[in-house]
């Protein structure tokens, strides 16, 4: 049986039990500090700093994407995600995490060739969907830091709503809001916002 797929509405809504389910101390300090992905472009140039090599990359790129696709909207990718958690595996995590991450990096080609026969990037499209379908199933009730999946999810999502493409495209953003008001219909405003 497949999965529905989630729109990015649902993304939206189901976002914020995500979140609840905790941040790393290395997450939450990435982000208290502003890191996002305009940071993540420049250290993409610092080439000495990277922890993840070409191979890692082209694996996270492809469950970013799937995470949150291109659609009317530009997905993950586009938005500079990978670069984004690349940044705060390599910069903002404790050793023990990243080692820890680095793992449940390659533990996603080991779950496919377990379950198709084949690594996660040469596996067919509807493979690699059954496969994180899988891992998201897996991963209900637990939290980011107790499952890598999910923490995939948290990373992406962080990193994506943080993007001048997650902030201008996806949600509404105003430089200088105006006046507050609380209780605005969606329906009046269209989306989040972001600021």
């Given at each position: 049986?497949r999965?529905k797929s ?9 976002m914020?039990?995500?979140m609840?389910g905790g941040?790393?101390?290395s997450?939450?300090s990435g ?18 700093k ?9 694996v996270?790129a ?7 696709p291109?659609t009317d ?9 990978p670069?984004y958690i690349?940044?705060m595996?390599?910069e903002?995590y ?5 080692v820890?991450?680095i793992a ?8 496919s ?11 067919s499209?509807e493979d690699?969907?059954d ?9 209900a009730?637990?939290?980011?830091a ?7 999810k ?5 990193g994506?709503f ?8 996806e ?7 105006g006046?507050?008001?609380g209780?605005v ?10 600021t």
């Amino acid at each position: 049986m497949r999965m529905k797929s989630l729109d990015r509405r649902d993304v939206l809504k189901r976002m914020t039990g995500l979140m609840g389910g905790g941040l790393s101390a290395s997450v939450a300090s990435g982000i208290l500090s502003g890191v996002g992905p305009a940071q993540a472009a420049a250290f993409a140039l610092q080439t000495d700093k990277h922890t993840l090599k070409a191979a890692d990359m082209a694996v996270l790129a492809e469950l970013a994407d799937r995470i949150i696709p291109d659609t009317d909207t530009p997905g993950a990718r586009a938005a500079g995600v990978p670069a984004y958690i690349h940044l705060m595996v390599s910069e903002w995590y404790y050793d023990d995490e990243r080692v820890r991450f680095i793992a449940g990096l390659k533990s996603i080609d080991q779950l496919s060739r377990d379950h198709t026969g084949k690594a996660f990037l040469q596996a067919s499209e509807e493979d690699r969907h059954d496969l994180m379908v899988r891992m998201d199933r897996a991963a209900a009730g637990k939290s980011p830091a107790d499952n890598f999946f999910l923490e995939i999810k948290q990373l992406t999502l962080i990193g994506y709503f943080t993007s001048q493409i997650g902030a201008e495209e996806e949600l509404r953003y105003e430089a200088v809001p105006g006046p507050y008001e609380g209780c605005v219909p969606l329906s009046k405003i269209g989306r989040a916002w972001a600021t």
